[in-house]
Protein backbone atom coordinates (compact mmCIF):
# COMPACT_ATOMS: atom_id res chain seq x y z
CA UNK A 1 0.00 0.00 0.00
CA UNK A 2 1.62 3.43 -1.12
CA UNK A 3 1.30 6.42 1.26
CA UNK A 4 0.21 9.93 -0.93
CA UNK A 5 0.71 12.83 1.39
CA UNK A 6 -2.64 15.07 0.72
CA UNK A 7 -1.61 18.35 1.13
CA UNK A 8 -4.97 20.70 0.53
CA UNK A 9 -3.29 24.40 0.88
CA UNK A 10 -1.05 23.71 -2.08
CA UNK A 11 -3.40 24.55 -4.72
CA UNK A 12 -4.51 27.44 -3.11
CA UNK A 13 -0.03 28.15 -3.07
CA UNK A 14 -0.15 28.01 -6.79
CA UNK A 15 -2.67 30.11 -7.29
CA UNK A 16 -1.62 32.56 -5.21
CA UNK A 17 2.52 32.48 -6.88
CA UNK A 18 0.56 32.89 -10.40
CA UNK A 19 -1.15 35.93 -9.52
CA UNK A 20 1.52 37.38 -8.18
CA UNK A 21 4.29 36.68 -10.51
CA UNK A 22 3.08 39.96 -12.72
CA UNK A 23 3.45 42.33 -9.77
CA UNK A 24 6.61 40.48 -8.25
CA UNK A 25 8.17 41.53 -11.86
CA UNK A 26 7.08 44.86 -11.96
CA UNK A 27 7.59 45.91 -8.13
CA UNK A 28 9.56 43.25 -6.78
CA UNK A 29 9.39 41.42 -3.37
CA UNK A 30 6.64 42.48 -0.96
CA UNK A 31 9.31 42.58 1.28
CA UNK A 32 11.33 45.52 -0.50
CA UNK A 33 13.63 42.80 -1.52
CA UNK A 34 13.97 42.09 -5.84
CA UNK A 35 13.92 38.80 -6.40
CA UNK A 36 17.03 37.53 -7.61
CA UNK A 37 15.21 34.79 -10.15
CA UNK A 38 12.40 34.72 -12.11
CA UNK A 39 11.91 31.27 -12.21
CA UNK A 40 13.76 27.93 -10.73
CA UNK A 41 14.67 24.96 -12.24
CA UNK A 42 14.25 21.45 -11.38
CA UNK A 43 17.99 20.37 -10.58
CA UNK A 44 18.98 16.50 -9.85
CA UNK A 45 22.15 15.55 -8.12
CA UNK A 46 23.39 12.54 -8.45
CA UNK A 47 26.50 10.99 -6.49
CA UNK A 48 28.88 8.67 -8.40
CA UNK A 49 32.02 6.56 -7.15
CA UNK A 50 34.31 9.17 -8.88
CA UNK A 51 32.06 11.59 -9.75
CA UNK A 52 28.77 14.17 -8.62
CA UNK A 53 26.42 14.79 -11.31
CA UNK A 54 24.00 17.57 -11.68
CA UNK A 55 21.31 17.93 -14.15
CA UNK A 56 19.06 20.87 -14.53
CA UNK A 57 15.65 21.09 -16.39
CA UNK A 58 16.68 24.55 -18.70
CA UNK A 59 14.13 24.05 -21.75
CA UNK A 60 14.50 27.09 -24.32
CA UNK A 61 17.58 28.11 -22.34
CA UNK A 62 20.61 28.66 -25.58
CA UNK A 63 23.55 27.36 -24.17
CA UNK A 64 24.99 30.54 -24.22
CA UNK A 65 23.10 31.68 -22.01
CA UNK A 66 24.16 29.97 -19.20
CA UNK A 67 26.66 30.88 -16.84
CA UNK A 68 28.52 27.88 -14.18
CA UNK A 69 31.10 28.69 -11.99
CA UNK A 70 32.48 27.62 -8.99
CA UNK A 71 33.76 29.77 -5.52
CA UNK A 72 35.13 28.15 -2.96
CA UNK A 73 33.19 25.09 -2.51
CA UNK A 74 30.17 26.84 -4.20
CA UNK A 75 28.50 25.32 -7.51
CA UNK A 76 26.42 28.18 -9.20
CA UNK A 77 24.04 27.67 -11.90
CA UNK A 78 22.69 30.73 -13.53
CA UNK A 79 21.22 31.83 -17.05
CA UNK A 80 18.12 33.57 -18.79
CA UNK A 81 15.06 32.03 -20.98
CA UNK A 82 14.72 35.08 -22.87
CA UNK A 83 10.99 35.97 -23.37
CA UNK A 84 9.28 35.61 -26.98
CA UNK A 85 7.73 38.23 -29.15
CA UNK A 86 4.12 37.08 -28.92
CA UNK A 87 2.33 39.40 -31.68
CA UNK A 88 -1.56 40.32 -31.47
CA UNK A 89 -3.60 37.62 -32.81
CA UNK A 90 -7.41 37.08 -32.39
CA UNK A 91 -8.69 34.46 -30.17
CA UNK A 92 -8.04 33.51 -26.13
CA UNK A 93 -3.81 33.53 -25.63
CA UNK A 94 -2.07 31.77 -22.81
CA UNK A 95 1.52 32.02 -21.61
CA UNK A 96 2.07 29.46 -18.61
CA UNK A 97 6.05 29.56 -19.53
CA UNK A 98 8.03 31.69 -17.56
CA UNK A 99 11.26 33.61 -19.18
CA UNK A 100 13.68 35.61 -17.43
CA UNK A 101 16.82 35.37 -14.81
CA UNK A 102 17.65 32.03 -12.82
CA UNK A 103 20.32 30.99 -9.76
CA UNK A 104 20.84 27.99 -8.07
CA UNK A 105 23.95 27.47 -5.83
CA UNK A 106 25.17 24.26 -3.99
CA UNK A 107 27.59 23.90 -1.57
CA UNK A 108 30.02 21.03 -2.81
CA UNK A 109 31.50 18.76 0.11
CA UNK A 110 35.48 18.76 0.40
CA UNK A 111 35.73 16.01 -1.79
CA UNK A 112 35.00 17.69 -4.93
CA UNK A 113 37.56 18.60 -7.29
CA UNK A 114 37.07 22.41 -9.08
CA UNK A 115 39.36 21.95 -11.61
CA UNK A 116 37.84 19.09 -13.38
CA UNK A 117 34.47 20.51 -13.68
CA UNK A 118 32.58 20.22 -16.92
CA UNK A 119 29.41 21.07 -18.26
CA UNK A 120 27.44 20.55 -21.47
CA UNK A 121 23.88 21.07 -22.89
CA UNK A 122 21.66 18.96 -24.91
CA UNK A 123 17.68 19.18 -25.76
CA UNK A 124 17.35 21.60 -22.74
CA UNK A 125 18.89 19.41 -20.06
CA UNK A 126 21.84 21.06 -18.32
CA UNK A 127 24.50 18.73 -17.32
CA UNK A 128 27.65 19.46 -14.79
CA UNK A 129 30.10 16.69 -13.94
CA UNK A 130 32.14 17.24 -10.89
CA UNK A 131 35.08 14.90 -10.07
CA UNK A 132 36.42 13.85 -6.91
CA UNK A 133 39.21 13.98 -5.80
CA UNK A 134 41.21 10.90 -5.31
CA UNK A 135 41.05 9.41 -1.76
CA UNK A 136 44.07 9.14 0.62
CA UNK A 137 44.96 5.86 1.09
CA UNK A 138 45.91 4.46 4.20
CA UNK A 139 49.77 3.13 4.25
CA UNK A 140 51.11 0.69 6.62
CA UNK A 141 54.91 2.56 7.80
CA UNK A 142 57.06 -0.23 8.79
CA UNK A 143 58.70 0.37 12.05
CA UNK A 144 63.11 -0.11 12.20
CA UNK A 145 64.73 -1.14 14.47
CA UNK A 146 67.49 1.58 15.85
Avoid at 54 to 73: F, K, L, N, T, Y
Amino acid sequence: MNLVRFEPWSIVDLLHRDFDRPTLRRYGRADGKNAVADWVPAIDIIERKDRFVVRADVPGVEPADIHVSMDGRVLSVAGERKAEDHSEVDGVQRFERVSGRFERRFTLPESADADGITAKSAHGILEISIPKQPELQARRITVEAA
